[in-house]
C-alpha cells in the first residue's frame, strides 16, 4: 500500500464506519437489534481489540513477550481486522512515536504546532485523535524504524494483503451472525455491528489514547513527554490506556501497574505464558520500577525535559533479529 492507497483507505476506512454507526442507530430507534448483533458486536470487539493492543502493540511494537508462529499470525491478523493499518506501516508510526513523543517528529502528538489557549488545545487534539492520518507528507520508513519486522514474512505477506485481511474483519462477522440467527438479515446485521460499528468505535477507542492520553489524565511518573493514564478508557482500550506507565516502561508487557489498574491484555499474556504459549515476558520489577521513578522526576518532567532519543532499530548496528536485540524495559522499543 503506497502513500495515495492509504490516503483514500483512511478517508474510505473514516466514512464508512460512521455512516455504519448512522445506520446502528436508526435500527436501534426502531428496537430492531437482537442479541445475535450484539454476540457478533462483542466478539468482534474483542478479536480486534486484543489484535491491536497485543498483536500491533506489545508484540510487534514492543517485543514485550514472544509466542508461536500461529499465535503471532492470528494477532497480528486479528490487528489488521482492526482497520487501523497494514502491521508495518502502524508499527514504524507507534515506534517513532516513543522516540520523540511529544516532540518535534512526533506523528500525532497533540502539542505540534506550539498552539496555546484553548483553539490550540482543541487543533492539537483533532491531529492527535485522527487529523494526522490525513497527512499526505507523513513517512515512517519500516526498513529504518522496523527492520525486525521487515524481514518476518509472515508480517510482509500481511502488510501487502493488508486490504483482503479488513475485508475478511467485515465478512466474519456476518457469517457469524448468518450462524447465529439463519438468516439473510442475521448476516446483514452483523456486518453492521460486527464489522462497522466495531471498527468505528474500536479506532476511536485507540485514537483516544494518542489524544486524550496525551492531554487529560493522571501521571505516575514524570516522563519526557506528556503522556497520561485515562482510567476509564482502561477497560474499552484493554489495558492500553494506562498511557504514562506505558511510556515509563514502553517494552513491559503489563501496561497496568497497580492492582487496580485493569490490564486486559496483561492478563491474557500472563495466561498464554502460563499455558506455555508465551515466553520471554518483560515484567517489571518493582525495585526497578520505583529507581526508574525517582531519575525520572531528577530529570524533569513533560515535553519540555532534556531527552536524548535512541537511534531507530535500524542505525544501532549489532541486532541483525529481534532475538538479537538487547533487552532494556526502558528502551523506545
Given at each position: 500500500?503506497?502513500?495515495?492507497?492509504?490516503?483514500?483507505?483512511?478517508?474510505?476506512?473514516?466514512?464508512?464506519?460512521?455512516?455504519?454507526?448512522?445506520?446502528?442507530?436508526?435500527?436501534?430507534?426502531?428496537?430492531?437489534?437482537?442479541?445475535?448483533?450484539?454476540?457478533?458486536?462483542?466478539?468482534?470487539?474483542?478479536?480486534?481489540?486484543?489484535?491491536?493492543?497485543?498483536?500491533?502493540?506489545?508484540?510487534?511494537?514492543?517485543?514485550?513477550?514472544?509466542?508461536?508462529?500461529?499465535?503471532?499470525?492470528?494477532?497480528?491478523?486479528?490487528?489488521?481486522?482492526?482497520?487501523?493499518?497494514?502491521?508495518l506501516i502502524w508499527v514504524a508510526h507507534h515506534r517513532r512515536h516513543h522516540r520523540v513523543a511529544d516532540k518535534a517528529g512526533d506523528p500525532h502528538s497533540p502539542y505540534y504546532n506550539g498552539e496555546v489557549g484553548f483553539v490550540g488545545m482543541m487543533k492539537g487534539l483533532w491531529h492527535s485523535h485522527l487529523g494526522w492520518l490525513f497527512d499526505k507528507d507523513l513517512t515512517s520508513d519500516p526498513v529504518r524504524y522496523c527492520p525486525d519486522l521487515c524481514r518476518d514474512s509472515d508480517i510482509r505477506f500481511l502488510s501487502i494483503n493488508f486490504l483482503p485481511v479488513v475485508l475478511a474483519g467485515l465478512l466474519l462477522p456476518g457469517l457469524l451472525g448468518l450462524a447465529l440467527?439463519?438468516?439473510?438479515?442475521?448476516?446483514?446485521?452483523?456486518?453492521?455491528?460486527?464489522?462497522?460499528?466495531?471498527?468505528?468505535?474500536?479506532?476511536?477507542?485507540?485514537?483516544?489514547?494518542?489524544?486524550?492520553?496525551?492531554?487529560?489524565?493522571?501521571?505516575?511518573?514524570?516522563?519526557?513527554?506528556?503522556?497520561?493514564?485515562?482510567?476509564?478508557?482502561?477497560?474499552?482500550?484493554?489495558?492500553?490506556?494506562?498511557?504514562?506507565?506505558?511510556?515509563?516502561?514502553?517494552?513491559?508487557?503489563?501496561?497496568?501497574?497497580?492492582?487496580?489498574?485493569?490490564?486486559?491484555?496483561?492478563?491474557?499474556?500472563?495466561?498464554?505464558?502460563?499455558?506455555?504459549?508465551?515466553?520471554?515476558?518483560?515484567?517489571?520489577?518493582?525495585?526497578?520500577?520505583?529507581?526508574?521513578?525517582?531519575?525520572?522526576?531528577?530529570?524533569?518532567?513533560?515535553?519540555?525535559?532534556?531527552?536524548?532519543?535512541?537511534?531507530?532499530?535500524?542505525?544501532?548496528?549489532?541486532?541483525?533479529?529481534?532475538?538479537?536485540?538487547?533487552?532494556?524495559?526502558?528502551?523506545?522499543?
Amino acid at each position: 500500500m503506497n502513500g495515495r492507497e492509504h490516503y483514500f483507505y483512511i478517508i474510505a476506512a473514516s466514512i464508512l464506519p460512521f455512516v455504519g454507526v448512522i445506520a446502528a442507530m436508526i435500527l436501534l430507534w426502531n428496537s430492531l437489534v437482537g442479541p445475535a448483533d450484539l454476540v457478533v458486536f462483542v466478539i468482534m470487539s474483542v478479536i480486534g481489540g486484543l489484535g491491536v493492543s497485543i498483536g500491533y502493540h506489545r508484540l510487534l511494537a514492543h517485543r514485550a513477550f514472544k509466542t508461536n508462529r500461529p499465535l503471532k499470525i492470528f494477532f497480528v491478523t486479528a490487528g489488521a481486522m482492526a482497520g487501523q493499518g497494514p502491521p508495518l506501516i502502524w508499527v514504524a508510526h507507534h515506534r517513532r512515536h516513543h522516540r520523540v513523543a511529544d516532540k518535534a517528529g512526533d506523528p500525532h502528538s497533540p502539542y505540534y504546532n506550539g498552539e496555546v489557549g484553548f483553539v490550540g488545545m482543541m487543533k492539537g487534539l483533532w491531529h492527535s485523535h485522527l487529523g494526522w492520518l490525513f497527512d499526505k507528507d507523513l513517512t515512517s520508513d519500516p526498513v529504518r524504524y522496523c527492520p525486525d519486522l521487515c524481514r518476518d514474512s509472515d508480517i510482509r505477506f500481511l502488510s501487502i494483503n493488508f486490504l483482503p485481511v479488513v475485508l475478511a474483519g467485515l465478512l466474519l462477522p456476518g457469517l457469524l451472525g448468518l450462524a447465529l440467527t439463519g438468516t439473510l438479515a442475521g448476516f446483514l446485521t452483523g456486518i453492521l455491528w460486527g464489522g462497522l460499528v466495531r471498527m468505528f468505535i474500536g479506532n476511536h477507542v485507540t485514537y483516544a489514547v494518542n489524544s486524550i492520553g496525551h492531554v487529560f489524565g493522571r501521571r505516575r511518573f514524570d516522563t519526557a513527554d506528556e503522556s497520561r493514564n485515562v482510567a476509564w478508557l482502561a477497560i474499552p482500550s484493554f489495558g492500553e490506556s494506562w498511557h504514562n506507565n506505558h511510556h515509563a516502561f514502553p517494552r513491559s508487557a503489563r501496561h497496568g501497574f497497580r492492582w487496580w489498574e485493569v490490564d486486559l491484555s496483561a492478563m491474557t499474556i500472563f495466561s498464554l505464558e502460563k499455558l506455555h504459549l508465551a515466553s520471554d515476558v518483560i515484567r517489571i520489577d518493582p525495585v526497578k520500577l520505583q529507581q526508574r521513578a525517582d531519575g525520572l522526576t531528577r530529570v524533569g518532567t513533560g515535553r519540555s525535559a532534556p531527552h536524548q532519543p535512541s537511534r531507530p532499530l535500524a542505525e544501532r548496528g549489532q541486532a541483525s533479529t529481534k532475538d538479537k536485540a538487547p533487552v532494556d524495559v526502558a528502551d523506545v522499543e
